[in-house]
């Protein structure tokens, strides 16, 4: 067999049929000839990064993430800066680098990328040793998703966190101090800071539009709002992605400090990191090789995948049984 020796890390918390799973990867590389991946499963203990950095050692060319957006930061965790490439197949509630790059929303249009598409250098942002490749952030947006319960994001997905927010909207701003590349401190009252290495959240809400995974820097915005009203006015611009967004400043860096007075929640990728003073983020360039779809008429491959639309097909086929 030709291709790469691969590995699937995968959440079971968050895939709902893991025979299917097996058959969907399984049946994806039997038909371009790649060798039969190992499998390695994340436990509450470990979400992946140790199976990911044990697919490592054992050869692994390939590893498909398989889990929802803390599956994903885990693999990544451990893949970045190394040759290693990752596949994500989409599963769970969250998955927003899927959405951001076009992987698909299931584990069989993932698949059908992996086998099918080009491979692509993005940026990591690494946070106390921790690397994100969406968005890190403090206050707010880490308040929501605090608030919002894993069975209402079960029941009726992104929706959820529109109730996690609602909770939040009339707290206090944090007094913070932010510090781009080492610059004069910007004194602020923030609602929350965010920073991405995409643009787009839940719900396909596009954030951060000049945002770009692959241009050496993250993307900051600091958001203001004061009551209802802000929020209203702030929402509005983001829906119709104005290009200057009230009670919003926008900025780029390699490095971001955010310093609160107070202790604040933290997110990564959308899970819930140590409440904390301070956020210190840089960015790593280029460190994660990743599997995303082909452009259109761009005949380069990373490995030569032989009848790669006829795998595919059958892979959209043993999703639908």
């Known amino acids: 067999m030709t291709g790469p020796r691969s590995a699937v890390v995968f959440n079971p918390a968050k895939v709902p049929d893991v025979d299917l799973l097996r058959r969907i990867v399984g049946e994806g590389v039997a038909k371009v000839g790649w060798p039969e991946p190992a499998w390695y499963e994340t436990s509450p203990e470990d979400p992946g990064e140790g199976q990911a950095r044990q697919a490592i050692k054992d050869g692994a060319e390939l590893v498909f993430a398989c889990g929802g957006d803390g599956t994903v930061m885990a693999v990544v965790s451990a893949l970045a800066g190394t040759d290693v490439t990752m596949a994500v197949l989409p599963a769970g509630t969250g998955n927003l680098l899927a959405a951001n790059l076009g992987l698909g929303a299931d584990p069989a249009t993932g698949m059908e990328v992996a086998i099918e598409g080009g491979r692509k250098r993005i940026d990591v942002g690494v946070v106390d040793g921790k690397c994100f490749v969406v968005m890190a952030g403090m206050g707010f947006d880490a308040q929501m998703l605090a608030g919002t319960s894993e069975q209402a994001k079960k029941r009726i997905g992104w929706i959820a966190y529109v109730g996690g927010a609602l909770k939040h909207l009339r707290d ?15 004194p602020r009252r923030p609602r929350t800071v965010i920073v991405g290495n995409v643009g ?22 600091i958001l203001s709002p004061n009551n209802l009203r802000h929020w209203a006015e702030l929402a509005w611009g983001v829906i119709r992605r104005h290009k ?64 790669a639309a006829e795998a595919a097909e059958e892979i959209r086929e043993a999703a639908r049984e």
Do not use: C, F
Request: glycine content about 8%.
């Open 200 to 221: 787009r959240l839940q719900g396909g809400v596009r954030l951060l539009t000049e945002a770009d995974p692959a241009d050496g820097k993250l993307d900051v915005a």
């Open 172 to 186: 206090r701003p944090m007094r913070a101090r932010i510090v781009l590349d080492g610059g004069s401190p910007m």
């Open 244 to 307: 200057r967004v009230p009670l919003m400043e926008t900025y780029t860096a390699s490095r971001v400090v955010i310093q609160s007075r107070s202790i604040q929640p933290r997110q990564l990728d959308g899970d819930l990191i140590e409440p904390g003073r301070k956020l210190d983020i840089h960015v790593k360039p280029a460190a994660l090789l990743l599997m995303v779809p082909r452009p259109a008429g761009d005949p380069d491959l990373a490995y030569d995948v032989g009848p």
